[in-house]
């Protein structure tokens, strides 16, 4: 059978109800407080459902709520996301950050954050992985960018040929410097050099304007002046 009640206040049921089929019905035609979850728990550990109704753990997926941490593959982690895995004398991938696109230039990009005067989130500076050839044998660059003006503008990248640019996007040789260069030590070509403010070099120093000296002292030529 059924019960059906017209009246307009709560109804009590002192020993609750019992359904050996069916449900509650709501207005809207759907049961209600169906099913039941089963499985256990752990504290400090994450619980996930291993299927439609049933709880579990894993000392590996671990939340540390007093600290508010996130720890994978660690039961203590040290900050607000951890994640280890350990593989001796190997390198272990820990994190992949996809891009699921596959046209040339497509890019991910790690992005550190810190908030402005208005306290608005500004973007400081990105980590970009930048595919170049996505076919056969594919390549890729990578670019450090910082925040300058008000925006972030790439100020180094690697190629695929590992040289390096910075105020370019485009290094022709190893290194690549597109501005002036300031160094504090010695400038060793072919040798190693510790000498600050020397140039040293163990083939022919090629000048393709004037030569200027303006040291108080005396030049020395070994060789000859061409």
Do not use: K, M
């Not at 050996?20 to 759907?30: I, L």
């Not at 891009?99 to 790690?110: D, I, K, P």
């Not at 008000?150 to 597109?178: F, N, Y």
């Not at 300031?182 to 190693?192: E, K, M, N, Q, R």
């Amino acid at each position: 059978g059924a019960i059906t009640s017209t009246a307009g206040g709560t109804s009590s049921f002192a020993n609750g109800i019992s359904l050996t089929a069916g449900c509650f019905q709501t207005v809207s035609g759907t049961c209600a407080g169906i099913g039941t979850i089963d499985g256990t728990g752990s504290a400090n550990r994450a619980a996930f459902f291993t299927d439609a109704d049933t709880l579990s753990f894993d000392d590996n997926f671990v939340w540390d709520d007093p600290n508010q941490r996130l720890g994978l593959g660690t039961t203590s982690p040290d900050t607000r996301l951890e994640v280890v895995q350990t593989s001796s004398g190997a390198t272990a991938d820990q994190l992949y950050l996809t891009n699921e696109a596959s046209a040339t230039s497509t890019a991910a990009r790690l992005v550190f954050r810190a908030l402005d005067v208005t306290n608005a989130p500004t973007s400081t500076a990105a980590i970009t992985g930048i595919l170049g050839q996505n076919y056969g044998a594919g390549t890729s660059s990578l670019a450090l960018s910082t925040l300058r003006s008000g925006l972030l503008t790439e100020a180094l990248r690697i190629t695929d040929a590992g040289r390096l640019g910075i105020g370019t996007t485009t290094p022709s040789q190893l290194l690549s410097v597109a501005g002036s260069g300031y160094l504090t030590g010695g400038l060793g070509i072919g040798i190693s050099t510790t000498t600050a403010g020397v140039l040293e070099t163990t083939s022919n120093a090629l000048i393709g304007n004037l030569l200027r000296v303006a040291g108080a002292g005396t030049s020395t030529v070994a060789g000859h002046l061409a």
